[in-house]
């Protein structure tokens, strides 16, 4: 099989943060990267042939999920964000 490299250019601060997630499982950051991919690709393929919808990822969503479920973890937390979406719901 052929390989080619691929180049991103990203953030300083993202980039250091790929550095510590991959430096945190074992692995050098292009590792980490090719394996998350990877996965990804994985979910999309089994979505595919489910007959689901393969939703495209916005920029930064994977953090925003990540921060919803650490705050939905607190009982205090997550009543609170449960009461500021009816209200935004509503319209107060």
Known sequence: ???????????????????QHAADA???????????ARAQMGRQ?????????????RPGAEASRQETQYLL??????????ESVAEAEAGE
């Open 1 to 19: 099989m052929a390989t080619e490299r691929i180049s991103i250019s990203l953030p300083s601060e993202v980039r250091a943060r790929i550095r």
């Open 26 to 36: 074992g692995l050098d950051a292009a590792a980490s990267m090719v394996r998350a």
């Open 45 to 57: 393929d089994r979505a595919r042939r489910a007959g689901e919808p393969v939703r495209k990822a």
């Open 73 to 82: 973890r607190s009982p205090a937390n997550a009543r609170s964000l449960r």
